[in-house]
């Protein structure tokens, strides 16, 4: 089956405990991104990738990193999360050759106290 | 900038067809209408896309009218689980560009 796949679903952690979120995906795609979705504030893009090696900053990517070393992974790295990043966190990816539409993963719940 | 304009909410009787409206007057020659949807806090959902043509697939019909300022995503047969937000997005998919999320219109179909 088609899919991104994030981990974890859910995660409770404390401010400035590093921490990884992981993103695969089984589509052979181009294009990866992170977004985050918070109440009143919809869903903001944190950082995407073209293609390997290649990655940029979206519209909120402050207190995160990214790296995509192989295509089908696209990991979120918070080095020193804060509470301000409690939110929903969700990956996609796109095939590039076409106008097909984003595949969205199920989302990672994270809270930081 | 806003590039969609979608009501904030519509109510649908089950089984109705749902007319779900999108006003994109800024849209440039080379951006397709969108339509996503999410299901409380699941990941959103890819519905269809189309350039100035109507469109249909399995899930639902797109309606683009022909100055292409505006269209309609239509649920044909609305059922209890079709109750999400619908986004409505403008973007043109070649290379760089990137897909922003506007507030979307909560839809609840309702028994």
């Known amino acids: 089956e088609a899919q991104v796949t994030q981990n974890p679903r859910y995660l409770i952690t404390v401010t400035g405990k590093k921490l990884t979120v992981t993103c695969s995906q089984n589509m052979n795609h181009e294009y990866m991104s992170w977004y985050r979705q918070d109440p009143g504030l919809g869903l903001r893009q944190i950082y995407y990738?073209?293609?390997?090696?290649?990655?940029d900053k979206g519209d909120v990517p402050e207190g995160y990193k990214v790296s995509r070393k192989e295509k089908r992974n696209f990991p979120l790295i918070l080095e020193s999360p804060s509470p301000n990043q409690t939110s929903l966190y969700f990956c996609?990816?796109?095939?590039?050759?076409?106008?097909?539409?984003?595949?969205f993963g199920s989302g990672t719940r994270l809270t930081v106290v | 900038d806003a590039k969609t304009t979608q009501p904030p909410s519509m109510d649908c009787a089950e089984g109705r067809a749902a007319n779900l409206p999108c006003n994109h007057s800024?849209?440039?020659?080379?951006?397709?209408v969108y339509w996503y949807r999410q299901i409380h806090s699941q990941g959103p959902q890819y519905i269809i896309h189309?350039?100035?043509n109507n469109e249909t697939n399995e899930m639902a019909s797109l309606i683009i009218t022909e100055d292409r300022k505006s269209s309609t995503l239509i649920l044909p047969h609305a059922t209890l689980r079709d109750t999400a937000v619908y986004y409505c997005i403008v973007y043109s998919y070649s290379g760089y560009s990137t897909l922003t999320f506007g507030k979307g219109t909560m839809l609840l179909v309702s028994p």
């Open positions: 996609a990816s796109r095939d590039t050759g076409g106008a097909g539409g984003y595949t």
């Open positions: 189309g350039l100035k």
């Open positions: 800024t849209i440039s020659g080379n951006e397709y």
């Open positions: 990738s073209m293609n390997v090696e290649v990655t």
